[in-house]
């Protein structure tokens, strides 16, 4: 004879476990949520005030000048878009020339880090134009600014890999000299996750160049 099948019984009820409330669920809130919890942490005052501080992070952030392209300028722009520019944000004026192979490559690398770091403006600018006979030896060079002065002249491409310069790698040479490849909204944690993405980044283009490595010397033992 069957055993007789157990009667059914719902599942004990669990309430939903409420999330925690804490920095890192403030740091998940625009300006706008942060806003309207002002009533929320009165009883709590180490959380209101990383909430007013948070808004304020944020409401400077939005205040900063936000680029995201490499720009061409002449010789009558440079002080408007380069010394000017850099009263309030990082600038790094590139020097090429169009025929330079290595002013190509930095070129590519450039416009990579110029679509993420919206908050330095890059700009470009024919060498001779921006310094009459400016040797060619030199390019690619990057002039880079704050505060209406020259912080850095980096002149070729070894320091930046040679012809195996990455984006990562030239974010990487240039935030040495300052928090010139950073995301700019202030977020000291999003500046950190930025610098390990640069180095996670290069880590990675490196693997990949030396698997390609090898698989052309595969090729090359088989012919």
């Not at 005052?45 to 900063?64: H, S, V």
């Not at 930025?194 to 012919?223: H, I, N, P, Y």
Request: with cysteine; glycine share 6%; hydrophobic share 35%.
């Amino acid at each position: 004879m069957a055993p007789k099948p157990k009667p059914w019984k719902p599942d004990a009820y669990k309430p939903e476990q409420e999330e925690q409330k804490d920095t890192e669920w403030l740091d998940k809130k625009d300006e706008g949520e942060l806003a309207e919890l002002d009533d929320e942490f009165q009883d709590d005052r180490a959380l209101e005030e990383y909430r007013r501080k948070r808004i304020q992070e944020l409401q400077a952030a939005a205040a900063k000048p936000r680029f995201g392209t490499v720009e061409e300028i002449s010789s009558n722009e440079f002080i408007e878009k380069v010394t000017n520019t850099s009263e309030k944000a990082w600038v790094v004026c590139f020097l090429y020339k169009a025929s330079h192979a290595g002013c190509v490559l930095l070129r590519e690398c450039l416009v990579e880090l110029a679509r993420k770091y919206h908050g330095t403006r890059f700009v470009s600018i024919v060498s001779t134009s921006c310094i009459p006979n400016y040797p060619d030896q030199n390019l690619p060079t990057l002039l880079l600014y704050h505060n209406r002065s020259v912080v850095k002249h980096l002149v070729g491409l070894a320091q930046f890999g040679g012809a195996r310069a990455t984006p990562e790698q030239v974010a990487l040479v240039l935030n040495g000299y300052g928090p010139v490849c950073v995301s700019g909204d202030g977020d000291a944690a999003a500046e950190a996750a930025a610098a390990q993405e640069q180095v996670r980044g290069l880590l990675e283009r490196m693997v990949q160049q030396r698997e390609r490595e090898e698989q052309d010397e595969s090729s090359d033992f088989d012919d």
